[in-house]
């Protein structure tokens, strides 16, 4: 699914990763990537939330739900 690059990055990702970095490690365009994680983010596989020290920024991470759906014997298929 088109999701599984970017539950992938951040499945990998020690803490919450910027959108712009989550961008660049996965080589996708802003446009995007923000429609990708809109879509993400209403079947709650992530969520975003501001950065406290730059408004202008937003940190993304999964849920437990998207840990869950990264978790799933397809998922861990695809990656074997």
């Not at 437990?64 to 861990?76: D, M």
Request: hydrophobic share 40%.
């Amino acid at each position: 699914p088109a999701d599984y690059g970017a539950l992938v990055i951040l499945s990998e990702a020690a803490a919450p990763l910027r959108v712009g970095e989550l961008g660049d490690r996965g080589g996708w365009e802003s446009s995007r990537l923000a429609h990708q994680l809109r879509r993400m983010e209403k079947r709650a596989l992530v969520c975003r939330t501001g950065c406290p020290s730059d408004r202008r920024g937003t940190f993304v991470e999964l849920t437990a739900l998207g840990r869950s759906a990264f978790a799933s014997p397809i998922i861990r298929a695809t990656r074997s």
